[in-house]
């Protein structure tokens, strides 16, 4: 998202993705035989808006991925673009998944709207049956996982996302992070889960719950930057 570029038609309020398909064609299958289409999209633009002041843009790098997640070929992105003094939106999007992108320019900035705090429910109940798998007879049952998870998730509410220091940060999404918290949280949990499970259940749970809370392993929280969008009016 760093490195795209756009052109703006300060006239129309239009604006062109500037991409390498810009002066290449693209292929498409049609009944099993590849035909090229000119796809010169940079000069229809150009015709379109002769003689009206364009200007370069460029994406800032704030983006807020409203739809679908990132691996989603339909997913609809919002990003920041700059002239280099004012900001705008653009949003990224397309119909169909034979469709190429569809770009639209919003008048407006991501603001800031600050930060969620999840717990990682479905990596927890899988990584407990991985963890437990050495001795089956000693795993929490369905309906035990669920009851532990219920509780983690009612401790992470009462966090300050303050307290929570940022262990590592996502890959392949930069509206997150992972966050780890005070061994005091993991004694809050212990005793909450001590009023469900034996001691022999609860021994082994708080093992479980040491061994899995560094980097982005399953007992840390998500911490997910959400943005939303101020129009200009
Ligand atoms: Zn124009």
Redesign the pocket.
């Known amino acids: 998202m760093g490195r795209e570029k756009f052109i703006r ?6 604006i062109h993705h500037v991409s390498t398909f810009d002066k290449a064609p693209t292929y498409v299958f049609v009944r099993d035989e590849v035909e090229a289409l000119a796809t010169d999209d940079w000069r229809l633009f150009m015709a ?2 002769a003689g ?1 002041r ?1 200007e370069p843009l460029k994406a800032s790098g704030e983006k807020l991925l409203s739809d679908g997640s990132p691996p989603d070929p339909m997913s609809v992105v919002y990003f920041e673009v700059t002239n280099g003094q004012d900001r705008y939106v653009v949003r990224r999007a397309r119909k169909s998944i034979q469709e190429p992108m569809c770009y639209e320019l919003i008048r407006g900035r991501l603001a800031d709207a600050g930060v969620t705090v999840e717990v990682q429910e479905q990596e927890i109940k899988k990584e407990i049956k991985n963890h437990f798998s050495w001795a089956p007879a000693t795993c929490p049952d369905d309906e035990k996982i669920d009851l532990f998870v219920g509780l983690f998730k009612e401790v992470a509410k009462t966090l300050d996302p303050q307290c929570i220091q940022i262990s590592e940060y996502s890959y392949t999404d930069d509206s997150i992070s992972y966050g780890t918290f005070d061994r005091t949280v993991l004694d809050a949990l212990t005793e909450r889960c001590a009023e469900y499970f034996l001691p022999g259940e609860l021994a082994s749970l708080r093992r479980f719950m040491d061994t899995h809370c560094d980097g982005c392993d399953v007992m840390t929280l998500v911490l997910r930057r959400r943005l939303t969008i101020e129009r200009f009016v």
């Open positions: 038609c300060c006239v129309c309020d239009a379109q808006h009206h364009l």
